[in-house]
C-alpha cells in the first residue's frame, strides 16, 4: 500500500498526530475500512455514481 498523496492535511507538519498518520498500522487501518465500505450495498452504489458522472463528462 502506497501513503495518499493528495491535498495537503490541514494539520500542520510537526504535529502530534503526524506520528499516528504516518503510521503503517494507522493507514492499513484506514485502508481496510475504505475498501470494506466500497464493497458494501452503499459503497457498491457511491462507485456506480462515481463512474455514471466520469463517463457523462
Known sequence: MTPWKGRPS?????????????SAGFQQAVHDAVVDV???????????QAVARYLRK
Open 10 to 22: 490541514p494539520v500542520k507538519e510537526g504535529s502530534m498526530l503526524d506520528p499516528i498518520l504516518k
Open 38 to 48: 466500497l464493497r458494501s450495498k452503499e459503497g457498491q452504489q457511491l462507485l456506480e
